[in-house]
Nanobody, 124 residues
Framework: QVQLVESGGGLVQAGGSLRLSCAASGYTFSNYAMAWFRQAPGKEREFVAAVTYSGRTTHYADSVKGRYTVSRDNAKNTVHLQMNSLKPEDTAVYYC?????????????????WGQGTQVTVSS
């Protein structure tokens, strides 16, 4: 049974940093892409960042490019999202998701398992 557990969310001032982690279990983590999505109040869930199965290739939403970094540790079955220069508009529940294959995708339908989410709140 696939399980994804996010951690690291919290309250931070604008300009600050947070590092989210997602611990995966129940499947062969190193075979599949991983991604982060977020959902702000009253908005639809949106793509944030993705990393291929190997960790060699990443992709970001334009809104976070240059501020966020996604990485993975296949030895520890974890994926991280380093978030710097945070803005109030980054406030959302952040979800990690496991891909149904190893390549990059930004489509939610290409991710078959989801974590419960972790709240990130950025104050101005």
């Amino acid at each position: 049974q696939v399980q994804l557990v996010e951690s690291g969310g919290g309250l931070v001032q604008a300009g600050g940093s947070l590092r989210l982690s997602c611990a995966a279990s129940g499947y062969t983590f190193s075979n599949y892409a991983m991604a982060w999505f977020r959902q702000a109040p009253g908005k639809e869930r949106e793509f944030v960042a993705a990393v291929t199965y190997s960790g060699r290739t990443t992709h970001y939403a334009d809104s976070v490019k240059g501020r966020y970094t996604v990485s993975r540790d296949n030895a520890k079955n974890t994926v991280h999202l380093q978030m710097n220069s945070l803005k109030p508009e980054d406030t959302a529940v952040y979800y990690c998701a496991a891909g149904v294959y190893g390549g990059l995708s930004t489509r939610q339908t290409d991710f078959g398992s989801w974590g419960q989410g972790t709240q990130v709140t950025v104050s101005s």
